[in-house]
């Protein structure tokens, strides 16, 4: 029966290759976009999930109340870990962890003539005991305890010492400015580790670095604790909300609070409201969820029109048969067994296309994702994907033809109202997600292009990053005089960090007639002369620093937000006081950004010290001359810094990492909502088709009677368009919510107008028209004797 029913099943098939081809096409085309982007968001959801102590580990975050609202970060005191180890019981371990050089910047080492960057951070003792990272060679509990010492990556004592066993105890060069001692090597990190690193330095040389972190105002890297097994999160909690009390005084004005964040959330979770953590990239990881899903369904409804379609012509061969004595459980047995035979096809072409499309989504992606063929749980879903799309594809024919009486079938008296209706319906709702998506991407490239074109208060283009490594630290003042000598080089300056991420921040400011009750955290920065110049910053009132005035030492520069702050009705020359070193304020920088659009421009103070041993030199090059420039940034570093390789970056490429999430879905946005109205025109194309072929006398009739084409191809596409114009008026207002909800993530962000949707609406008709006028066409230009002669 088994075998008969196959060989009656590809006899159908074959006999409606049409129908068919739409069927597997559509379907596989869903399949392949669904399986590709879960195995994206399944990517995305294993990201931190790999630590043995996940359960006890937490981020430590802060949340500020001042003038009547609330902020919440990330960036906390450098002393905060140590304490907290030292003074709350549940907590077993504490570790800091701050960036060894600028975000996102390696440092150079070097062991004889092997020279290489490499990316790392500064972390407490306890680092490598709290997260499964592990280690090859040497004692985790005390390798990053002594002076001097770094634990380095499999990767990395391969590289330079040739094995893990020949690193320990070796030193290497560091930045060529001292030697380090190899204390321990770790595991190369998995991918799926968010914050990837080569090495690690102690939190001891840290705070010998830097003087600052003693001042509990001073915040920006982070904490990390593990709790003990047994302790409860809610009373650590309550007990750490207000531990910086301990150490700094209250401030009516001001309130701070620590909070926890389990450590496996962070990753998709990270962004604030109201101080609270509301979102990040688990809103991608929902989003595209509810796409596949929205795809694999209008590829299923496709399937279950197409199915419907043809259910006026399947439903003689139904009465038929009944007729010579079929049984109803053979039908249903027919039915599915056609159901599950295309669905099986689709499968295989969905599975190829998948795999083909792979390298090229993981280039988008950034990701190495590969289909887990060798894994029984994909085989597995791949089965259940299988009998649920061929049950309900196969449901309307296997389950309502069957039942009717042959009688009313061979006397044509079959009513197939609630079939049309259905089938209405589901168009509907088919092309209701497909003008969402539509929706959606054009409001994400928007926003992108919003980010991408607005001026974010200094001139992203001709300028270059260069880390200050080596011994540009003892010759920047020559690197700088040699490279404004060339005429493709316009300024030469240097800061903490970069201008496109400002980090740091300190709320030890103070100035004349402020109120006692007031505090306020100020992003701050640390610069040489002729920032301003350089980074092309707009002035509004005074002047960048300069070497004309000797006591520009003492002196500051602020930028619009935080004179509003410090309520100055004029700023220049009033007193301001940064952790007890007093100086005059110089000049007032009109607002700029130095974080992403995600965030409201921070109070920003900003001092001069050339001395400054770490961060960026900020090179801003002629128009149409940065190749040559670059090619003499390059020579002076070979000259004044010949042990550390010559690196740079441009500004506008440093800029554009900062939406890289969002770049990414704006790409996956534009690629699935073009799969998703493909497959959907698959399913109005043949749908178009079963209608002509449905209505080939009327129109017959239409043009014996004198109809022109152009009604006929009107008469044929009028109740598709009306279909299309329901599917807008319902997806219209749930895109604008969704989208809405969106743009709230962002400080910065565009209105959603009214020609979005007009767009979007109009784009869906034409797509709609195009579709059907095909077939309509060619069932109007058809000789009426054709149309009209008996079969």
């Known amino acids: 029966m088994i075998r008969n029913n196959f060989s009656t099943a590809l006899r159908s098939i074959t006999k409606n290759k049409g129908f068919s081809f739409l069927n597997i096409v559509g379907l596989a085309l869903g399949i392949s976009c669904a399986l590709l982007i879960l195995l994206w968001v399944q990517d995305e959801l294993r990201v931190d999930q790999f630590h043995a102590n996940g359960d006890e580990l937490y981020q430590v975050y802060q949340r500020n109340y001042y003038d009547g609202k609330v902020e919440g970060a990330y960036h906390t005191q450098g002393l905060l870990a140590q304490e907290l180890k030292k003074n709350i019981p549940e907590i077993e371990y504490a570790s800091g962890m701050e960036y060894v050089a600028a975000p996102g910047t390696a440092s150079t080492f070097s062991v004889d003539d092997n020279v290489n960057k490499m ?28 002076p001097n010492a770094i634990a380095i990556s499999r990767k990395m004592a391969d590289l330079f010492f040739g094995s893990t066993e020949n690193a320990i105890g070796k030193t290497i060069r560091f930045e060529n400015k001292g030697d380090l001692q190899v204390t321990a090597v770790f595991e190369n990190l998995p991918v799926h580790a968010s914050q990837q690193f080569d090495f690690l330095r102690g939190w001891g040389d840290f705070i010998s670095e830097n003087a600052w972190v003693h001042n509990w105002g001073n915040t920006s890297p982070s904490t990390f604790v593990q709790l003990r097994a047994d302790a409860d999160r809610q009373h650590v909690a309550a007990k750490i909300k207000d531990f910086i009390y301990h150490y700094t005084d209250k401030n009516e004005g001001f309130r701070t609070e620590l909070a926890l964040q389990p450590y496996g959330e962070r990753y998709l979770h990270s962004n604030f409201k109201d101080g609270y953590i509301t979102g990040g990239r688990i809103e991608y990881v929902r989003l595209f969820s509810w796409v596949a899903a929205f795809v694999l369904l209008i590829a299923c409804i496709n399937f279950m029109n197409l199915a ?111 079939v049309v209706l259905l089938r209405k319906g589901l168009v509907v709702f088919q092309f209701t997600l497909s003008v969402m998506l539509i929706l959606g991407m054009m409001v994400i490239y928007r926003q992108l292009s919003f980010i991408q074109t607005t001026h974010i208060g200094y ?56 109120d006692p009750n007031l505090m306020v955290s100020f992003a701050d920065a640390v610069v040489g002369y ?216 962002f400080a910065y962000r565009i209105d959603i107008e009214w020609w979005m949707f007009a767009a979007a609406g109009l784009a869906a008709v034409a797509i709609a028209l195009l579709t059907v006028s095909f077939q309509a066409i060619k069932a109007a230009v058809v000789n009426p004797v054709d149309s009209l002669r008996d079969e």
């Open 530 to 745: 002729d920032f301003a110049e350089t980074l092309q910053l707009q002035l509004k009132e005074g002047r960048d620093f300069s070497k004309a005035f000797g006591a520009d030492s003492a002196a500051y520069l602020l930028n619009e937000t935080a004179v509003e702050r410090m309520g100055f009705q004029s700023a220049i020359g009033q007193t301001v006081d940064w952790g007890n070193r007093p100086g005059k304020i110089i000049g007032i920088l009109r607002d700029f950004h130095f974080n992403s659009f995600h965030q409201a421009i921070e109070p920003l103070i900003i001092r001069l010290d050339e001395n400054w041993t770490w961060g960026t030199i900020l090179v801003r090059t002629k128009a149409g001359s940065t190749k040559d420039a670059i090619a003499t940034l390059e020579r002076l570093c070979k000259a004044l810094n010949p042990k550390t390789p010559f690196t740079f970056q441009f500004s506008d490429l440093e800029f554009s990492k900062l939406y890289k999430s969002e770049e990414i879905v704006g790409k996956l946005s534009y690629y699935f909502a073009l799969f998703a109205i493909l497959i959907s025109c698959l399913g109005l194309f043949g749908l178009a088709a079963f209608t002509a072929e449905q209505r080939t006398k009327e129109v017959g009739i239409r043009k014996v009677l004198g109809a022109s084409v152009g009604s006929v191809v009107s008469l044929l596409s009028q109740d598709f368009v009306k279909l299309v114009l329901v599917a807008i008026v319902i997806a219209c207002p749930i895109a604008w919510w969704t989208m809405n909800n969106w743009l709230a993530g």
């Open 308 to 418: 419907t379609a043809r259910s006026a012509k399947r439903a003689k061969e139904i009465g038929l048969r009944k007729t010579i004595g079929a049984s109803r459980f053979s039908l249903i047995t027919q039915f599915y067994m056609e159901a599950f035979l295309l669905t099986a096809c689709a499968l295989l072409v969905g599975l190829i296309l998948a795999f083909g499309f792979l390298p090229v989504f993981n280039q988008f992606t950034g990701k190495a994702l590969a289909l887990p063929l060798s894994a029984s749980g994909f085989w597995l879903s791949v089965f259940a994907l299988l009998i649920t799309v061929g049950m309900v594809a196969g449901s309307y024919p296997a389950l309502y033809l069957s039942s009717m009486r042959p009688i009313h079938v061979l006397k044509n008296n079959l009513r197939l109202g609630g």
């Open 119 to 146: 990316m790392g951070f500064f972390v407490g003792a306890d680092f490598l005991n709290m997260f499964s990272y592990p280690v090859l060679q040497g004692d985790k509990q005390s390798a990053l305890t002594m």
């Open 459 to 514: 001139d992203r283009e001709n300028l270059v990053y260069i880390p200050i490594e080596g011994d540009l630290v003892k010759n920047y003042q020559t690197f700088k005089t040699e490279a404004e000598n060339h005429p493709g080089i316009l300024s030469v300056s240097k800061m903490r960090n970069s201008p496109t991420v400002i980090e740091h921040h300190t709320g030890s400011i103070n100035w004349q007639g402020k």
